[in-house]
């Protein structure tokens, strides 16, 4: 079984998690829209070997799987920002415990950022759908 | 959650975690249960584009409506546009009047976060997201200002929705655009168009032709170039295209549709090309139709689809009248003129115009000159200058289903002049006839007489002489594979004495070696017992050349000699005893 995840770690200030259009149903005519934003460089300044880049791994308990297309599991997710990241989809367990106490069995987008971003100012928009009303955790 | 990849083996550590996705917290989302349709219809709010499909234009205002309750105070609001064409493109951006203004505010050198930006999300489907923030509510109508948008390719305005977000990640209005505003866009025109083949005559089966052009607009990445043609017809896929000071522009596929009247040509350019350049295409494989009053092209730059000009234009191709001098050959020779004996055929001929870059040089046999001459390692041809010194030097194929040898790589050596043809080791036909070989240029896409020789052009083919046969038996010594062997012929001469200038030439069937001997210290012959000079031919394949004769042999039934040539590498059992596939091949000895 993978770890707990430790909530108590400590959270990067002024980098967050935004919805855009939260309606459900939208269809492909008005798309969904997670932004992540930092506002803050100076929060990124853990220091990186050369063997090192800097992940973020965005978690959808209701999967990743709603956009127009089933992407297979390591292929590359739409995103889009300022920075030269790369996003790719990862599929999730399906037999294993998936409460939010076990968020690493979740689908996910592993985000590698380039480095700049402890220099620049960012934000990341993912498309996703909402199909139902019910609760999404991210 | 946040951590560090090691890119060496691609574990990750996370270092810190978000919000806890409880209620309440950013990372947990309930969507509302309304539908979007239920939101007002701002129809003021759009995209405000016409003008040239596939252009950029900047200055563009794009009209925001909200509602009187609007409030933008956070990263969730913005305008998400899906359109079914990517209007945003890595070259848009924020006007100048956009990214000064206070309020509302958009991103500024200061706030590159909130940069407008695009994703593809599926084929025909983009997501354009354009964030801004006000400091509060903001109820009345205002422009965004883009420049460097790019208009689709079509007439009509494709399918596009913008909704408006507010603070809370809720819509606050939004506008669709299904299957209206007919004929917004337009298709322009080219900048500069200008055509002109290297040979304008009318009725010209090759010739290459080349555009000269330049557009308004930048020429798109993998965009596709259609010449329709009017008059004229293509047989290619053979084009180029370059920048006025010769720099290449690489092509992807260059290719004829069935009626040969449009050329279809699909750039590998990995940049746009700049507009205000001129470029020019030189495309292969062109004919002019005589019979038709006009003949002139459209050049279309298309969308990289090929759905959309762009932008077109037409010209005319001032011809001129025919003056299609053929190929001249000037003189046919044999070596021997006897028919149907080992020989070497000598053309010379003049050519009216170099070789283009899309044929070949290329002989055409007919049927009783390539029936016995359809072994290639039998024949060795020269391409002489007309000097008969100078050596092209080429290589040629022989394709005995269209009867045709077939030169390569003479495009840039050819030039219009005279030159000579040396065929060694050909055997005469038993008859001639005048069209026994042509000399053609072969266009190679699809096999059409680009020019041929006519037959007024043509010299008269030498008549045959009939030969004598003599009474001449062989035999055969060390008849195992690989050893050298003893040829021994036995032959009596009816009509001419053996004198000191009698030259025999003996040619071997091919599965003897090329150059007969394994080693030139074994060329041996002798007649009648005493050693005389031989050699292989010096041109010619499997042939040996027995001369100057010590000894003098008068004709008649009682003065038998012998021809001995030692030291001929056995050949393989296997080749002889009745194998088929050498039932034709003979030993032949002839003298002159």
């Not at chain 2, 083996?9 to 989302?29: D, V």
């Not at chain 2, 350019?269 to 350049?277: G, I, K, Y």
């Not at chain 2, 001469?493 to 000191?500: C, K, Y």
């Not at chain 2, 394994?518 to 012959?525: E, G, H, M, P, T």
């Amino acid at each position: 079984m993978l770890p707990l995840i430790v909530q108590e770690r400590s959270r990067i200030t002024n980098f967050d998690m935004y919805f855009s259009n939260n309606i459900y149903n939208s269809g492909g005519n008005f798309l969904n829209v997670i932004r992540l934003v930092s506002s803050d460089p100076t929060q990124w300044t853990n220091v990186l070997q050369v063997n090192e880049k800097r992940v973020i791994t965005v978690f959808a308990y209701q999967g990743w799987t709603n956009l127009f297309t089933t992407l297979s599991s390591y292929s590359s997710y739409p995103c889009a920002s300022n920075l030269a990241a790369s996003y790719t989809y990862i599929q999730g367990s399906n037999t294993q415990n998936l409460t939010s106490d076990y968020p690493l069995n979740w689908d996910r987008i592993n985000i590698i950022l380039p480095g700049t971003e402890s220099s620049t100012k960012f934000s990341i928009i993912i498309p996703t759908q909402y199909p139902s009303t019910a609760a999404y955790s991210f | 959650m946040v951590g560090i990849l090691d890119t060496n083996n691609g574990a990750i550590r996370y270092l810190h975690a978000g919000a806890r996705p409880i209620m309440g917290a950013s990372t947990y989302l309930t969507p509302a249960n309304i539908l979007v349709y239920s939101k007002p219809k701002q129809t003021a709010m759009q995209l405000n584009i016409a003008g040239l499909a596939g252009s950029y234009k900047s200055n563009v205002n794009f009209t925001i409506s909200p509602s009187a309750s609007f409030n933008g105070n956070s990263y969730s609001s913005a305008v998400i546009v899906m359109s079914s064409w990517q209007f945003y493109v890595s070259s848009s951006s924020l006007s100048p009047t956009s990214t000064a203004s206070v309020d509302p505010q958009f991103a500024n050198v200061a706030n590159v976060e909130q940069t407008p930006l695009t994703i593809q999300v599926s084929s025909t489907s983009f997501l354009t997201y354009i964030p801004f923030t006000t400091t509060g509510v903001y109820g009345s109508n205002f422009n965004i200002v883009l420049d460097s948008l790019k208009f689709p390719y079509s007439l009509d305005l494709p399918y596009y929705s913008v909704s408006l977000i507010d603070g809370t990640g809720a819509i606050d209005g939004y506008n669709e655009f299904i299957n209206q505003n007919q004929n917004i866009f337009y298709t322009g025109v080219l900048q500069d168009l200008a055509f002109s083949c290297n040979d304008n005559s009318l009725g010209v089966i090759n010739t290459y032709c080349t555009i000269g052009f330049s557009s308004f607009q930048d020429i798109e990445i993998g965009a596709v170039l259609v010449v329709n043609l009017y008059g004229l017809f293509v047989s290619t896929n053979l084009c180029s295209m370059q920048y006025s000071n010769g720099t290449s522009i690489p092509i992807a596929s260059c290719l004829p549709n069935v009626n040969q009247n449009i050329l279809t040509i699909t750039l590998a350019n990995t940049e746009q090309l700049p507009f205000n350049t001129q470029y020019s295409i030189v495309i292969n494989g062109m004919s002019i139709d005589a019979t038709q009053i006009s003949n002139y092209i459209t050049f279309q730059v298309m969308d990289p689809t090929n759905a959309y000009a762009i932008e077109q234009k037409t010209r005319i191709l001032l011809t001129s009248v025919a003056q299609d001098f053929p190929i001249e050959i000037t003189q046919f020779s044999f070596e021997k003129t006897n028919p149907v004996v080992p020989s070497s055929l000598f053309v010379n001929f003049t050519l009216p115009r170099p070789l283009n870059a899309d044929e070949a040089f290329a002989l055409v046999l007919n049927k009783d000159f390539i029936t016995p001459n359809n072994i290639p390692s039998k024949i060795n041809i020269r391409l002489m200058m007309a000097d008969g010194v100078t050596l092209v030097p080429t290589t040629w194929v022989l394709k005995s289903i269209n009867s045709q040898i077939i030169f390569e790589n003479l495009q840039t050596v050819l030039t219009a002049s005279a030159y000579s043809l040396e065929l060694y080791g050909i055997t005469t036909p038993s008859t001639v006839a005048q069209d026994m070989i042509s000399i053609i240029y072969l266009r190679i896409y699809d096999n059409t007489y680009a020019k041929s020789n006519i037959a007024s052009s043509t010299s008269t083919f030498p008549a045959l002489t009939s030969k004598v046969n003599s009474l001449i038996t062989l035999q055969t010594y060390f008849n195992t594979e690989g050893l050298e062997q003893e040829l021994l012929f036995t032959v009596i001469n009816q009509f001419v004495p053996i004198t000191q200038y009698t030259v025999w030439v003996i040619n071997l069937p091919i599965y003897y070696s090329q150059p007969i001997w394994n080693d030139d210290y074994l060329i041996y012959c002798t007649i009648s017992g005493t050693p005389l000079p031989c050699t292989r031919s010096v041109h010619t394949p499997y042939q040996i050349v027995v001369s100057s004769s010590p000894l003098l042999v008068s004709v008649g039934s009682s003065t038998t000699y012998t021809i001995t040539v030692f030291g001929i590498t056995c050949p393989r059992a296997a080749y002889l005893n009745g194998n088929s596939m050498f039932a034709t091949e003979s030993i032949f000895l002839g003298m002159y």
